[in-house]
């Protein structure tokens, strides 16, 4: 919990409206379930630049996929996309993990085969959702924090 606490601490002092900084972070948790691994940093940057919204929150909000949280959030994604496409999620504990090389390599890419789409369905759906979620969270702890730290008339 005092993670938590602690980005929201960072979060509070980013000077722009509660709205503003709540979307930023949404959007970077958005980018966090984004199913292409190695650009979040990036895009998340491009689209605080392009939008003018805070790189602090936005980068945030994309960190939180970490070397952590990276499988059980795209696990998560990729069941979810099985569920919504109608895959059976049998083979996703199929990869043989004794096999070594190329050999390894040809048998996970042809095991996974069948999961792409779902993969890319199902965490661009949580992702969306997580988002929402976050975003109006955040919002409406940024705004009660901010009212009681106004000065009273």
């Known amino acids: 919990m005092s993670r938590l606490r602690q980005v ?36 998340a940057l491009a ?8 790189r ?4 945030t909000g994309a960190w939180i996929n970490n070397p952590w ?9 990729t069941v979810l996309g099985c569920s919504i ?6 083979g996703l504990e199929g990869i043989d993990w004794s096999l070594h090389g190329r ?7 042809e095991s996974l085969r069948p999961y792409v789409l779902p993969f890319i369905v199902g965490n661009t759906v949580l992702g969306l959702a997580c ?3 976050a975003y109006f969270l955040l919002r409406t702890i940024l705004e009660r924090r901010r009212q009681i730290a106004a000065p009273a008339p």
């Not at 689209?47 to 805070?54: D, G, H, M, P, Y």
């Open 69 to 77: 949280t990276l499988g059980p959030m795209y696990m998560a994604g």
């Open 131 to 133: 988002a929402l979620l």
């Open 103 to 109: 050999a390894f390599y040809a048998a996970l890419l």
């Open 8 to 43: 929201v601490q960072l979060l509070v002092h980013v000077d722009d409206s509660p709205g503003r900084v709540a979307l930023a972070f949404a959007i970077g948790v958005w980018i966090a379930f984004f199913p292409i691994l190695g650009i979040h940093t990036g895009l």
């Open 47 to 54: 689209i605080a630049f392009v939008f003018r919204l805070s």
């Open 85 to 90: 496409l109608g895959v059976a999620t049998e």
């Open 56 to 59: 602090v929150a936005i980068l």
